[in-house]
């Protein structure tokens, strides 16, 4: 179980990796818009990735669903 100095260590450990990512200005990075932060839950708000998701890209699926929507 963590104790609240573990959780706060995690958070702001998080939070100043994700502000890190924010400040990123290249065009072959994904710009992040938000973050939410949550003990059981972490989201990352960025604009629109063609071509597939994030996970995707990072875990090697190379399958791209095609929908009438995009």
């Known amino acids: 179980m963590l ?3 573990d959780a ?3 958070y702001k450990e998080f939070t100043a990796e994700v502000e890190a990512i924010g400040k990123v200005n290249h065009p072959n990075v ?3 818009k ?3 932060y949550a003990s059981d839950e ?3 708000v960025s604009d629109f990735i063609r071509n ?3 996970y ?3 875990h090697g ?3 791209v669903l095609h929908s009438a929507f995009v």
């Open 56 to 58: 995707n890209a990072l």
């Open 52 to 54: 597939g998701s994030l």
């Open 42 to 44: 972490k989201l990352l």
């Open 34 to 36: 938000a973050y939410y």
């Open 3 to 5: 104790t609240e100095g």
């Open 30 to 32: 994904v710009r992040l």
């Open 61 to 63: 699926n190379t399958y």
């Open 8 to 10: 706060t260590l995690r």
